[in-house]
């Protein structure tokens, strides 16, 4: 069998941290080879390795058999590796096409850019492979799905033969993710090897030829696809059994806390974003928010915490009013949230991950008597959510920025749930975090439950919402347009009313 | 071996800042060398002019004081993503308010002196609020405005010294101030004045705030994420235009230190550019406080050594200006210097490598 990659004995220190510990790996051709394993355990820095943008600390590449050496990213583009990160580098005011050819555009007489031919070589591309993308609109215009897709046009077009995509279903929806499955099914056919991570094993078994297991730095297992199944790859990934359980039934539900009566909003171009939105949260239950992203979830959590102007309605903490208050007056009312986007609005990455994890109660006791920081209470705090969580991190004065993503991702969670005011919005609150770690979340959500708080889940995936919620609420277009006991819907009926299909209404 | 290596990994910063400065004097010992001059005494000259006497010595340490100062007014609203490169200015308006504080205003010192530095300081203060304004309010980039804001600032005090206060004398300037208003002389016969416990209690000051309090944590949050800090309930605009109001308060009282230790008057053309180096001094320092107290002793020594050393081996006083650009340059060039220093104590990954990931 040819090998395409083959990794001998790679090592990479981070001062003490040993994130890669002798790891080799053999990759066939035309194969998308999956890597797996806990937040933390290497996958990113073995990738960035690949890439060039960390050098090894020793250990060897071989590319179709040859030694290599890769120093940067350019060398790798030069050896045919493209990379796709989960935070795109695209420019925003730029076309499609023009981002595809940046830097290796075609011109007429080396001065002007020849756009006749940037665009039709990007719909070639694009037709070839069936990404369906559109050279001529520009990239702030188009969904995260698409923009994925162009990160993969940029990398086709630099002829990359093996393409590595680190977490590329995170910010997908379920249905752009299955297009993404279908795009590396062609690629894969075409030749193309496919390096793919994924903290979602269903993904892993559904488009995996073989799958490497890392567990602290170091290869677990490497198997082939036939010979595994979900429950073995998480014993391998663990070294325990876990499993996603439904949440067990609500002890008892109360009244109402947070109430939301006829929130309207307009984006700044004057279109509806938010349309006569009503509901409430009530003490002990979860509260699932489903719907196609774009929806007006993200909307819906800014209204929440005061950052998304209203044009109408009203919202309330119990009987307080809270409409038009402050993010901080909201917040002390009683509102916490874990946000969608962990880098922008979550963490401030330059902060060690003690400073992280007081964020927001920097003014609250017993972290502050109102103007002066108690570091001892701030240094307590982390070191017992460091453990609790198992954020993995070398000491809790080390930046946020120097984490891994789902680790990261922990810090935020640990933060809101754990200093969890009356009313918790979970936006996508384990986005990137491993099974086990997605297991303990969602066990540390239930129990805020059980203590009578009210938790608004917003999932883009309906297995988490189903998992988790007592009641589902369906956006759709701006408006919940139904909101349904749990037991009384299946999957598919939420599927349909999420793209805007009647339903029977049962009063929750 | 391993922990020698580890200190240095995590004092990397540190150590690529003084080798930037080291690198700088280099260039110029090789540029000295090469117009035929010799560098070694050059350098020993130098340190003599800076350190060589209590009376040399305490000169420097007297422009220690105004740089340290503005340095510390650079820092505090870089710390919250304000970057005032009008602090010559608001240096300039405070020394200017101080002074007339000073010589109108008839008090005892224990009164008379706190107030003529508080008025500096309001006078830069105020004035940075129009560039906090413009940013926050009109979204103008604070660097254009804060560097044009310096013009008026310079002209309204050139103007006010030529043709609206009486001219004492022949130089462009106003009446002495009052006794009362005066920092005294430490050390008989030096230029040492008591604005040095000024300036550590500045140090002190801006240390505390930033890292002890709940409002510094909040500025230094909107420094490095906005989005983040609005996220969770940090009025960001709001500790932007505190930032601004402080650093131009620091900037002013920069100024009335000035007057009142060492001009007893606003003299016109006073600063030989306190507020544009105050910029370089921050950076070589970090943006840490106590590291802005170093690179200040680094940038006010260099202004006094030179003297004695152009006097001495004929080299030109214009060296200053060569030698704080080629500081400056070597500074700038940080990055490059970063990946050889990467190389050699953490294995081969370049600096750039680190930060496109941390992107
Ligand atoms: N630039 C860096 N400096 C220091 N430590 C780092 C750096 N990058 C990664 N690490 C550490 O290396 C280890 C592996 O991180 P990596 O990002 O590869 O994990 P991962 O498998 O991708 O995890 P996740 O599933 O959470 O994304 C972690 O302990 C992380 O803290
Ligand atoms: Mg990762």
Redesign the pocket.
């Known amino acids: 069998m040819a090998y395409i990659l083959e990794l001998h004995d790679i090592c990479?220190h981070?001062?003490n941290?040993l994130?890669?510990d002798h790891v080799s790996l053999k990759v066939e051709k035309g194969t998308v080879h999956s890597i797996v394993?806990?937040?933390?355990?290497?996958?990113?820095?073995?990738?960035?390795i690949l890439y060039g943008l960390?050098k090894q600390t020793s250990g060897e590449i071989f590319i179709d058999g040859t030694k290599v050496d890769i120093e940067s990213p350019s060398d790798a583009i030069e050896l045919g590796i493209g990379m796709i990160h989960q935070h795109f580098k695209l420019i925003p005011a730029m076309t499609v096409a023009e981002n595809v050819m940046l830097g290796e555009e075609p011109t007429l007489g080396k001065v002007f850019l020849d756009l006749k031919k940037i665009n039709e070589r990007t719909l070639e591309l694009s037709d070839k492979y069936g990404l369906a993308v559109n050279p001529k609109s520009m990239v702030e215009e188009i969904s995260v799905g698409i923009r994925q897709r162009v990160e993969i046009l940029k990398a086709l077009y630099r002829n990359a033969n093996i393409l590595i995509l680190?977490?590329p279903t995170a910010l997908l929806t379920p249905q752009e993710s299955e297009d993404l499955f279908r795009i590396i099914e062609r690629l894969r056919k075409d030749g193309k090897t496919i390096l793919f991570?994924s903290?979602k094993l269903k993904e892993i078994m559904q488009i995996s030829n073989n799958i490497t297991v890392?567990r602290d730095?170091k290869v677990v297992d490497t198997v082939k696809k036939e010979d595994t199944d979900e429950v073995h790859l998480a014993r391998l990934m663990v070294g325990r059994d876990v499993f996603l359980k439904p949440a067990p039934k609500p002890k008892k539900i109360g009244e109402a806390i947070l109430r939301v009566e006829h929130v309207t909003a307009v984006n700044e171009y004057h279109h509806p974003v938010l349309n006569d939105v009503t509901f409430d949260v009530r003490s002990g239950e979860v509260l699932g928010v489903a719907g196609v992203d774009g929806n007006g979830q993200t909307e819906l959590v800014k209204a929440l915490i005061g950052l998304q102007p209203l044009s109408g309605g009203k919202i309330f903490i119990y009987d307080q009013e809270i409409t038009h208050l402050s993010v901080k007056k909201m917040r002390s009312a009683g509102i916490g949230v874990i946000p969608e986007d962990r880098l922008q609005e979550g963490l401030v990455e330059d902060f060690s991950v003690q400073e992280n994890l007081f964020l927001g109660l920097q003014r609250s006791q017993p972290f502050s008597n109102g103007t002066n920081i108690n570091w001892g209470a701030v240094r307590s705090n982390a070191e017992e959510l460091v453990k609790v969580y198992d954020i993995?991190?070398?000491n809790i004065e080390?930046k946020a920025?120097?984490?891994?993503?789902?680790?990261?991702?922990k810090i935020i969670v640990a933060r809101e749930i754990f200093h969890a005011p009356d009313t918790i919005i979970a936006s996508q609150p384990t986005r990137?975090?491993?099974i086990a770690a997605t297991d303990f979340v969602h066990e540390q959500l239930i129990k805020q439950r059980d203590a009578g708080k009210g938790v608004l889940l917003f999932s883009l995936s309906l297995d988490e919402i189903m998992l988790l919620s007592t009641r589902i609420a369906v956006i759709y277009k701006g408006a919940i347009v139904a909101v349904v006991n749990k037991d009384d819907v299946t999957p598919e009926d939420l599927g349909l009313m999420m793209l805007g299909g009647s339903y029977e209404h049962i009063p929750a | 071996m391993h922990r020698i290596r580890k200190f240095f990994l995590k004092q990397q910063p540190v150590f690529i800042t003084i080798i930037a400065v080291l690198l700088a004097f280099v260039i110029v010992g090789l540029i000295l060398a090469a117009t035929g001059r010799n560098p070694f005494n050059a350098v020993y000259f130098f340190v003599r002019g800076a350190f060589g006497n209590m009376f040399n010595t305490t000169d420097t340490i007297s422009r220690v004081i105004p740089l340290t100062i503005a340095g510390i007014a650079f820092l505090v609203g870089a710390q919250s993503s304000v970057f005032n490169v009008g602090i010559e200015g608001q240096l300039l308006l405070g020394a200017m308010a101080s002074a007339v504080v000073g010589y109108i205003v008839k008090l005892p010192a224990y009164i008379h002196l706190p107030l003529m530095l508080l008025a500096g300081a309001l006078a830069g203060g105020l004035y940075a609020l129009i560039p906090a304004w413009l940013k926050t309010k009109r979204k103008v980039n604070e660097i254009l405005s804060t560097i044009m804001l310096n013009y008026p600032a310079t002209y309204f005090t050139h103007f006010l010294v030529l043709k609206v206060i009486p001219i004492e004398g022949v130089v462009p300037a106003t009446p002495f101030i009052e006794e009362t208003a005066r920092l005294p002389i430490l050390i008989e016969g030096t230029q040492l004045h008591a604005g040095v416990f000024v300036m550590i209690m500045v140090v002190i000051f801006a240390y505390y705030l930033l890292y002890k309090t709940s409002l510094g944590y909040e500025m230094r949050a909107v420094g490095y994420n906005k989005t983040a800090a609005r996220f969770h309930g940090i009025p960001v605009e709001k500790r932007m235009n505190f930032a601004f109001f402080l650093s131009g308060m620091m900037a002013g009282l920069a100024g009335a230190v000035e007057v009142a230790g060492v001009h007893y008057r606003f003299l016109d053309q006073f600063s030989p550019g306190y507020g544009f180096d105050s910029i370089t001094v921050a950076l070589v320092g970090l943006l840490n406080p106590f590291g802005v107290v170093i690179s200040a002793t680094l940038f006010g020594a260099l202004k006094t050594g030179i003297l004695e050393m152009s006097v001495y081996s004929g080299i030109p006083r214009q060296l200053t200006t060569l030698i704080n650009g080629i500081v400056v340059l070597c500074v700038a060039a940080k990055d490059m210097l970063g990946g050889w220093y990467a190389r050699i104590f953490r294995g081969k990954d370049t600096y750039e490598a680190?930060k496109e990931?941390?992107q």
Do not use: C, W
């Open positions: 990479k981070f001062g941290v994130a890669n394993g806990e937040n933390g355990a290497g996958k990113t820095t073995l990738m960035n960390y680190d977490e991570i903290h890392l730095g993995r991190t070398p080390h920025r120097l984490l891994s993503g789902g680790n990261q991702q990137g975090l491993d | 680190q990931i941390s």
